[in-house]
Every structure is written in structure tokens, then in C-alpha cells.
């Protein structure tokens, strides 16, 4: 079984990183953290430490001081459960659920999950079924269905669903075999740009402009990671938008939050204008939303030549479910990690991963990505794409191998455990109490220095550049 600093070096080497770069970063801690057969802990350290060298590598770039970068295991599984360490005036989290989402049972005898935390998921769900949305009602007409039906229906009625598979299920499956060509991130170059100079500043990321048009949990974490780092980052909302309020406080750290009216050609506008002086641009929209509305990576490259563009997806760029919409929790069920967890538990049934782990290691992959790419753009020149999905992310975590007795772990539960991560600040909802980033950098500490605030609090404009 790979070690950490293995599993590192992979992910660092297959970006492009400099193999020495390697020698100043620090793994501590031992697995397992958190009770699971999976890797979970590691794939959380890994992903973060990524992210951590790439901005050491960059402040190595901009200053020519080299720094070194530690990153504790539990620290890191803890910062991958942010949202539930979260504290809000000292008042815990309110259920992370909607009223019927979850696990049925089907006619068939199988598992499907439903993801309905926003009301037109929901009503989707509610439509395909013909019943109202309460959890025994939803459960007596799904005993009418076949699990693999009743998920193809309710994704093309606009739902999000997924059937329980098995590993070899899912393996056997062409979107499986699809994404088994595809490497865990992807960087490549669109466009011809000059390189552009690093902007003046004190910190790896400092006078860099991120576009964040993401919601829910990968996608904003990516954001958060980069402002711990420095940048800029504008996460673009709009007013009609649903977003889940707990998870906008925790991953809105650091960042300023503006509306901007997209389906609008004022509003498009505005994003057009942003965009001309953006250095990252970082989507988790449904494949094509964005290009229908004029802002494909090749269409933004044109606006903004030099642009790092950064694209999440549920189920990658290829294959058949290219274009199918999913969160973490539906494609832990449906890749086969709920079926294999709950037989390693003794349970008819799925089982969840005790974190959501394919969203946050997605989003450290997104911000590790859309750094390694600014540093090659400032070497060379050129607009550049970096994509990344949560299966491929499933993907690589089924690779790294099974716990024997994981789900043995004590799972991190209770103050003690995890004050010494916790930091106490001030936002724009009341006192938070939230987890502190795990990637320490000996010379440019990270740290959030802009508050939580409720969406669209800021102007569509960046501030100046000191």
C-alpha cells in the first residue's frame, strides 16, 4: 500500500511538479482518523498538501524564498468535515438534510438515493413518483419502481438520483470504463497568451483575481483554499439561486460574494468585464450551462487570454454520464463505495464514507490545479484548462486500497478533539468558530482575511491592488 508521501508524489509528479520541491513538505500523523475502510484521512492530507506546495512553489517564483509546508493528518480529516466542526455564535450545525432525502428501497429489491436540498431537485423527485414530499409517501410509490428506472426517470425530469451499485456494477458500467482513461486532474493549454507577470504582494496568491461561480462543497472549497493563500476571490452568485446557508458561511471564508444576473445580457456583461481582468476562472455549473451562456473555456480564453479556466464535474468530461449532474453523496452511491462500505460493516444497505470526502478532495484538486497552471502560465505563456471530477476523484481514492478493521476507528466526535484546528472569527452571520487551513507554510502562514459574509454582500468589481 502507497505511503502518503507516495500518494503525494504522484499527484504532485503527474502536474508537472518539480520532484524537489518534495523534500520541504511534512506528513504527520497515522491512519486511520476517522472510521472507514477507505483511505479517507490520506486523501484529505494528499489533496491538501498538493494545494499547500503548489502556493509555496509559487512564493518560491515570486520571491525566490523557499519555505517548507506540514500537513497533519488529523487536522486535515477534520478540514475535510469542516462544515460539521462549524459553529455559528456557538450553536452547532442545523440538519444537513431535506425532509426526504436519502435512501428508498425500490420494487425491485435495490437501494436509490435521493438528493433533494434544493426545491427543484426535490420536486423533480416528487413529479417522477406523483406523490407529495414526505418520506413514507415517497418510500410506498418507489416500491412501484425498478431502482435503474426510476433513476433514468428522475434524471430526465431534472432530478438527481442515484441506484446503489457494486464496485464491479459500477466497473462494468461505460461511464467507468470511459474514466479509467482519464488521468485524476487534468491541465492543458487553450489558448496563446504572454505570460503574465506576478503582481506585487506578501503572500503566494497576493493581487491574484478568482472568479468562483461554484455552490455547495467542491467547487467553493477550491475557492476558500485559494484565499487562504492570498487571492482575490469573487464568488459570483445569483439572487434566484438556491445555496444551502450553512455550507456558504463555512466555505465563504476569505471571500467577497456579488450577484450577477447571468440568464441577463447586462448581467453577462458585468461577468465579461470581470473577466477581462481575472486571472482564474472556477466552475462547477452542469456541463454546458456555462458555454450556452457564452462562457466556454475557449470563449473566455478569447476574453481574457492568459486565463487559467477550471471546470468540476460530477462524472468527468467523457462517457456517456459526461453531462449528467451529481453531488458527492450520489456518486459514493452509485460508484460502489456506499454497497462496499456497508458490506465491510455487516449491513444490508449502504453505508456512507464518514466524510464528504470526493467534494473536498475534488476542491484542493481544483485550487492544487488551477495553481500549477498560473505558475506554467507565468513561465510560458498561454490560456490553460484544468478539469477534475468527483468519480475520478472516487476514482483514485478506490485506488489507494482498503483498511482491514477501519471501521473499528472511534470517529472524531467532542471539543477536545479538534480545538486546537479551531479558529475564532468574526463574519457576517455572528461569531464563527471554524476550522483552520491544514497546509502550514513556514513563511507565509495561511489565514482568510476577509469575512464570511451573506451572499451578494460586495459590488461585481474586484478591489485595487495594493
Not at 228 to 234: F, K, N, Q, T
Not at 327 to 348: K, M, P, R, W
Not at 458 to 465: D, G, K, V
Request: aromatic share 8%; glycine share 10%; charged share 20%.
Amino acid at each position: 500500500m502507497q505511503s502518503p508521501a507516495d500518494i503525494l508524489k504522484d499527484i504532485w509528479t503527474t502536474a508537472g511538479g518539480d520532484e524537489a520541491a518534495l523534500d520541504r513538505v511534512r506528513l504527520t500523523g497515522e491512519e486511520p482518523q476517522i472510521p472507514s475502510s477507505f483511505r479517507v484521512a490520506v486523501a484529505g492530507q494528499t489533496t491538501i498538501a498538493a494545494a499547500g506546495l503548489a502556493a509555496a512553489e509559487i512564493w518560491r517564483l515570486r520571491s525566490g524564498q523557499m519555505q517548507n509546508v506540514c500537513v497533519d493528518m488529523r487536522h486535515a480529516v477534520v478540514e475535510c468535515r469542516s462544515e460539521r466542526y462549524l459553529r455559528l455564535d456557538d450553536k452547532p450545525p442545523p440538519p444537513a438534510w431535506d425532509a426526504i432525502a436519502g435512501v428508498y428501497r425500490t420494487g425491485d429489491g435495490r437501494f436509490v438515493r435521493c438528493h433533494t436540498n434544493f426545491p427543484h431537485h426535490r420536486d423533480a423527485v416528487c413529479k417522477v413518483l406523483a406523490c407529495e414530499a414526505e418520506r413514507e409517501k415517497v418510500q410506498a410509490a418507489l416500491m412501484q419502481w425498478k431502482g435503474e428506472d426510476f433513476e433514468t426517470a428522475a434524471y430526465a425530469a431534472g432530478g438527481v438520483v442515484a441506484l446503489m451499485r457494486s464496485y464491479d456494477e459500477w466497473s462494468a458500467l461505460p461511464q467507468a470504463r470511459a474514466l479509467a482513461q482519464l488521468p485524476l486532474l487534468s491541465i492543458e493549454k487553450i489558448g496563446e497568451a504572454p505570460p503574465r507577470p506576478w503582481p506585487k504582494g506578501d503572500r503566494p496568491l497576493a493581487g491574484l483575481r478568482v472568479l468562483d461561480l461554484s455552490r455547495v462543497i467542491a467547487g467553493p472549497v477550491a475557492g476558500r483554499t485559494l484565499a487562504a493563500h492570498g487571492a482575490d476571490v469573487l464568488l459570483v452568485s445569483g439572487p434566484e439561486l438556491p445555496a444551502i446557508p450553512w455550507l456558504t458561511i463555512d466555505t465563504g471564508r476569505g471571500k467577497l460574494t456579488t450577484f450577477i444576473e447571468l440568464k441577463s445580457e447586462a448581467g453577462r456583461a458585468q461577468l465579461r468585464e470581470l473577466l477581462t481582468d481575472a486571472d482564474i476562472f472556477s466552475q462547477g455549473y452542469r456541463p454546458r450551462a456555462l458555454a450556452a451562456l457564452g462562457f466556454a473555456p475557449q470563449e473566455v480564453a478569447t476574453i481574457s487570454p492568459g486565463i487559467v479556466y477550471v471546470t468540476l464535474s460530477a462524472y468527468g468530461r467523457a462517457g456517456p454520464w459526461a453531462e449528467r449532474r451529481g453531488f458527492d453523496s450520489l456518486v459514493q452511491t452509485t460508484t460502489g463505495f456506499n454497497h462496499a462500505e456497508g458490506e465491510a460493516a455487516g449491513i444490508d444497505g449502504p453505508k456512507e464514507l464518514p466524510a464528504q470526502i470526493l467534494d473536498h478532495a475534488t476542491g484542493y484538486l481544483m485550487a492544487f490545479g488551477a495553481m500549477m497552471a498560473r505558475a506554467r502560465q507565468a513561465c510560458e505563456g498561454g490560456s490553460w484548462h484544468v478539469r477534475v471530477s468527483l468519480a475520478q476523484t472516487g476514482r483514485w481514492l478506490w485506488n489507494l486500497g482498503r483498511l482491514d478493521g477501519g471501521l473499528n476507528t472511534p470517529d472524531l466526535t467532542g471539543e477536545a478533539v479538534h480545538a486546537a484546528f479551531i479558529e475564532r472569527v468574526p463574519s457576517g452571520f455572528g461569531t464563527l468558530k471554524a476550522v483552520q487551513h491544514s497546509a502550514l507554510l513556514s513563511k507565509t502562514p495561511p489565514q482568510w482575511s476577509r469575512p464570511a459574509m451573506p451572499l451578494g454582500s460586495h459590488p461585481a468589481q474586484w478591489p485595487s491592488r495594493s
